[in-house]
């Protein structure tokens, strides 16, 4: 059997469509929803990623405004910044792309950022709620693949879901909206790490399965059951001198074993990347209705 693939390229595209249609109306109402970019240091993959969310806004009319400071940029002028963006009415919502190069600066970066503007969802005070299952903005990646799912045609209630990873930007904020007792979640949840001695033991009881290790081939075929449903955050540049240029992006599973024996699959590229980047539109589009006074 082979795997259905899950398009999560196609299933952002509608979403980008629907948000359009939203651009439009609050743009008519005469607010035009901003995003506030801030790039500290030249980490080629950050580079590339925060292209990708300045193309996305552009082509459904969100303005936004890019910041880049220097790797060797000190924590008051990165401060400065983020105090800059939360005072202008123009940004609706704003992004501190992470990693920042000094890795001990992101908790008080983050902290900085207004929670009405955090449409990253990595503020404390935005995890707070999300944890507690109230209103906020979600953090973009986990979000991304709870409507993946929806939007696929597959629920998790009910379902064992098995989380490999427990960076605060994907796996553990998953795992917590995967529990919670609402439409997208009611699922048992199981977060796997590098303390887990046999991860293997716990993905082949999952009926789906999450590697967010940001290391290739951490789930391999004999590490998942027959027919189960497996989503692939990790991007990863291996080397490849046969292509363009030098590298290709592989996920953390191992695709082409696990895609003859699972029901589905998302492809690296084109399945959660493009979902992270449609919720980041959502909140900040949300953001910036909530600022005009939009229900
Ligand atoms: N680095 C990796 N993923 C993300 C994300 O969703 N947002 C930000 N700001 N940085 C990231």
Do not use: W
Request: hydrophobic share 40%; glycine share 10%.
């Amino acid at each position: 059997m082979s795997a259905r693939i899950l398009d999560g390229k196609a299933v952002a595209r509608e979403i980008r469509e629907e948000l359009r249609g939203d651009v439009e109306k609050l743009t008519q109402q005469g607010v035009t929803p901003g995003l506030g970019v801030l790039l500290v240091g030249d980490d080629p993959a950050s580079r590339s990623y925060v292209t990708a969310k300045e193309k996305a806004c552009a082509e459904i009319g969100i303005y936004s405004e890019e910041v880049r400071l220097p790797a060797t940029a000190s924590r008051q002028e990165i401060l400065d910044v983020v105090e800059g963006f939360n005072r202008e009415p123009r940004i609706h919502g704003i992004l501190v792309q992470l990693p920042l190069p000094d890795a001990a600066m992101e908790e008080e970066v983050i902290a900085a950022i207004l929670p009405e503007k955090d449409v990253d969802g990595f503020h404390p005070s935005s995890i707070g709620k999300m944890m507690l299952g109230l209103p906020t903005f979600l953090p973009c990646t986990p979000h991304g693949i709870l409507h993946l799912l929806k939007r696929s045609g597959i629920s998790a209630r009910g379902k064992h879901v098995v989380v490999v990873g427990r960076s605060n930007i994907v796996g553990r904020p998953l795992a917590n909206l995967l529990s919670l007792k609402n439409e997208l979640g009611n699922a048992t949840v199981t977060l796997c790490h590098t303390g887990t001695p046999d991860i293997g033991a716990f993905t082949r009881q999952a009926d789906i399965v999450v590697a967010a290790a940001g290391r290739p081939n951490t789930v391999t075929a004999e590490m998942v059951a027959e027919g189960a449903v497996v989503i692939d955050v990790g991007v990863n540049r291996v080397e490849d001198p046969t292509a363009p240029r030098g590298y290709r992006l592989v996920g953390d599973v191992d695709f082409n074993a696990l895609r003859e024996k699972v029901s589905a699959i998302t492809p690296v590229p084109g399945g959660v990347g493009p979902m992270t980047i449609a919720m980041l539109l959502y909140n900040t589009v949300r953001s910036a209705e909530k600022h005009a006074g939009v229900q």
